[in-house]
């Protein structure tokens, strides 16, 4: 704007000729020339004044405007030029301009898009936790057990979720949750104990062994008289399954096709059927002196581990009690024995002489015991004929 009203000035302010004032700027010289003749004053007929003026002046009249025209037609040249040239460079901004603003738009459609797929993953990580926490409340149920439930809801739901349920096994008056696994090996195992990270504290005293303890979502141990509970239920028989992972992540198994224990006036004694899996059959061990089957449960507190009043371990480790030899975990040690999967994942980090491990001796590669860091314990009905 202010270039333009400096050229409109720059054009009113031009030195014209009368002759150019009054006929346009586009009037050539013989034009201007004739003009003057049709006038009184180029008819010698102007006042003596005027004559005098014209006398004075150096260079003759038509010079001077021929002058000022050639001056006036350069400046009005370069004025178009940069009238152009101003065109262009506007032209060229603007269009700039508007790059530099498609460029910003870009960047930040490219900004809205990224918050957006935030956001939805975000929303969907939401539901999935929601989804997690559902299926970690205890659902409520009329099963006995978490095959009964599984057997009752096949047919229902297309897939049943792991997770806890409240069950009430036969001839009980107690419910009380479980831990359900619907999906490991077609489901339908009861959990009754698991360890993996070594978070809950299993020095327990013998009550806790009894009635249970832990996280039913993580590690715990679902206590002697709900498992008792469960494997004793009428025309019921249960299988046993242990599943170790070692350090390195190999897997391993040992399963007992017949589980039950006696009831707490006998300690929880142990009662296991055929042994089959990858890992041994360490509850039973390699001699008899290391049987656990048929052992009663002891616990730092109550003991009934055969090591009266001492026992001798291969190290020549004099022991009077197994359970504080194990880190004061509850197991239905005999002489101690080769199991004890109440122990550890980690390695305690003064463990004076102490079995602080989880223990499964019979799982060996290359002749050493592996490095157990998680084991879960479930149980399962079996199918009868009945
Ligand atoms: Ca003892």
Redesign the pocket.
């Known amino acids: 704007m202010m270039w333009t009203t400096t050229v409109l000035l720059l054009l009113t302010s031009l030195p014209l000729s009368p002759a150019i004032q009054g006929n346009g700027s586009n009037l050539n010289q013989s034009e201007i020339a004739n003009e003057d003749l049709t006038t009184p004053q180029a008819r010698g007929q102007k006042p003596l004044k005027e004559v005098k003026n014209k006398d004075a002046c150096s260079i003759p009249c038509d010079i001077t405007a021929k002058l000022l025209r050639d001056e006036k037609h350069s400046i009005c040249g370069q004025l178009q030029q940069s009238l152009l040239a101003l065109g262009r460079s506007t032209r060229k901004l603007m269009r700039d301009m508007m790059e530099e603003q498609q460029r910003a738009l870009d960047v930040l459609s490219s900004q809205v898009m990224e918050l957006m797929t935030k956001v939805q993953t975000l929303s969907s990580e939401v539901q999935r936790n929601n989804a997690e926490m559902f299926s970690m409340k205890p659902v409520q149920s009329h099963g006995r057990d978490c095959s009964d439930i599984k057997n009752s809801l096949t047919s229902v739901v297309p897939k049943i979720p792991s997770g806890i349920y409240i069950i009430h096994p036969e001839d009980t008056d107690s419910s009380f949750e479980v831990f359900c696994e619907m999906d490991y090996m077609e489901g339908g195992w009861t959990v009754m104990q698991r360890r993996t990270d070594g978070l809950n504290d299993f020095k327990r005293p013998w009550a806790d062994y009894v009635g249970g303890f832990g996280n039913l979502a993580g590690e715990h141990w679902l206590g002697l008289q709900k498992v008792f509970h469960i494997v004793n239920q009428k025309d019921a028989r249960f299988q046993l399954h242990i599943a170790l992972v070692s350090h390195d992540d190999v897997t391993s198994y040992a399963s007992y096709d017949d589980f039950r224990l006696d009831d707490e006036t006998q300690f929880f004694r142990i009662h296991l059927g055929r042994y089959a899996g990858s890992a041994g059959d360490a509850f039973r061990g390699y001699d008899q002196e290391q049987n656990q089957d048929t052992a009663p449960f002891?616990a730092s507190d109550v003991?009934n581990?055969?090591?009266?009043?001492f026992?001798t371990l291969g190290n020549s480790t004099l022991?009077?009690?197994?359970s504080i030899q194990h880190n004061h975990t509850g197991w239905w040690f005999n002489q101690c024995g080769l199991a004890n999967l109440n122990a550890s994942p980690e390695e305690a980090e003064q463990n004076q002489g102490r079995r602080t491990r989880i223990l499964w001796d019979t799982w060996r590669h290359r002749g050493v015991p592996h490095t157990i860091k998680s084991v879960t314990m479930k149980i399962r009905r079996i199918a009868t004929n009945n």
């Open positions: 002891s003991d581990d055969g090591c009266n009043p026992c022991v009077e009690s197994c």
